[in-house]
């Protein structure tokens, strides 16, 4: 079993930038491919990014690309997600999630899920 828990989130405006954490308990976080979600109402949760146990390769949704950057500390068993040049479509509730497989991760079916973190993005 996996606990997850996301902080960071908040009100930005425009144009700012947000780091979001996942902090993990329970098994060995370095067993874990985490990736990120969000979600708005209405919609599907949608994968944002991926990042596979050691660090080594990464995964971004094209939406986010070149401005989204997923990192992660094995020692202090925390993934983060830094959103830079952020724009109103950003906002969403973000879900940190974790699985043993990183294609379980990006086709949306983790097994972890956290509890969400609010995002919104002023214009």
């Known amino acids: 079993q996996v606990q997850l828990v996301e902080s960071g989130g908040g009100l930005v405006q425009a144009g700012g930038s947000l780091r979001l954490s996942c902090a993990a308990s329970?098994?060995?976080?370095?067993?874990?491919?985490m990736g990120w979600f969000r979600q708005t109402p209405g919609k599907d949760r949608e994968f944002v990014s991926a990042?596979?146990?050691?660090?080594?390769?990464?995964y971004y949704a094209d939406s986010v690309k070149g401005r989204f950057t997923i990192s992660r500390d094995n020692a202090k068993n925390t993934v983060y997600l830094q959103m830079n040049s952020l724009k109103p479509e950003d906002t969403a509730a973000y879900y940190c999630?974790?699985?043993?497989?990183?294609?379980?991760?990006?086709?949306?079916?983790?097994?972890?899920w956290g509890q969400g973190t609010q995002v919104t993005v002023s214009s």
């Open positions: 329970g098994r060995t976080f370095s067993s874990y491919t």
């Open positions: 990042i596979m146990r050691s660090g080594g390769s990464t």
């Open positions: 999630a974790a699985d043993p497989f990183f294609s379980t991760v990006v086709g949306g079916t983790p097994s972890y």
